[in-house]
T-cell receptor, first 115, second 113 residues
Framework: DVKVTQSSRYLVKRTGEKVFLECVQD?????MFWYRQDPGLGLRLIYF???????EKGDIPEGYSVSREKKERFSLILESASTNQTSMYLC??????????????FGEGSWLTVV | QQQVKQSPQSLIVQKGGISIINCAYE??????FPWYQQFPGKGPALLIA?????SEKKEGRFTISFNKSAKQFSLHIMDSQPGDSATYFC????????????FGKGTHLIIQP
């Protein structure tokens, strides 16, 4: 089974802190994504990466950055956390191979509270 | 901006009934339409998906109906069970999917026993 692992499930951080959310996938997928999920707003794409060291902005990149130094690992960084970044963050991955159907697989989420 | 509009926001169905969730899209370049199911405390998981060259796809009690001319697609859950209670998201994608999915805002489904 595909496994996308988000190491931190629940975090509480103070305003202004730098926050790292880590994600690892074990299926050698080329594509990785960070989404944010808020009630009534669905899932919104923050950043995505289609290769090591490559990154592209999604729909809501402001206040976030990402790092992909290894194929299996994709990190989301909040340089200076703010209360409006309190949310659930979902990491996901998919293969670029069309034969796989390009299914996107999600981790179980990281609940971040900024106080 | 690419959009996928999902309705209703919440839905209560009696056990054994049919649950229907609808989505509409604007961008005709979308070529893949998945539905995801999410239980509390878990990440979304792919439930069923369809491509625009077919009008219907069925997997067990779950069916996607697709209307290309109307730019609409819907999820039907037959014989709904309490275990189907979850949040459902429709989504759409262009091309190979390297830039991810565009999601609807979700439907919170409750199946009453």
């Amino acid at each position: 089974d595909v496994k996308v692992t988000q190491s931190s499930r629940y975090l509480v951080k103070r305003t202004g802190e730098k926050v790292f959310l880590e994600c690892v996938q074990d299926m050698d997928h080329e594509n990785m994504f960070w989404y944010r999920q808020d009630p009534g707003l669905g899932l919104r794409l923050i950043y995505f990466s289609y290769d090591v060291k490559m990154k592209e902005k999604g729909d809501i990149p402001e206040g976030y950055s990402v790092s992909r130094e290894k194929k299996e690992r994709f990190s989301l960084i909040l340089e200076s956390a703010s209360t409006n970044q309190t949310s659930m963050y979902l990491c996901a991955s998919s293969s670029s191979s069309t034969g796989s159907g390009n299914t996107i697989y999600f981790g179980e989420g990281s609940w971040l509270t900024v106080v | 901006q690419q959009q996928v509009k999902q309705s209703p926001q919440s839905l209560i169905v009696q056990k054994g009934g049919i649950s229907i969730i609808n989505c509409a899209y604007e961008n005709t370049a979308f070529d893949y339409f998945p539905w995801y199911q999410q239980f509390p405390g878990k990440g979304p998981a792919l439930l069923i998906a369809i491509r625009p060259d077919v009008s219907e796809k069925k997997e067990g009690r779950f069916t996607i109906s697709f209307n290309k001319s109307a730019k609409q697609f819907s999820l039907h859950i037959m014989d709904s069970q309490p275990g189907d209670s979850a949040t459902y998201f429709c989504a759409a994608r262009i091309g190979g999917g390297a830039d991810g999915l565009t999601f609807g805002k979700g439907t919170h489904l409750i199946i009453q026993p």
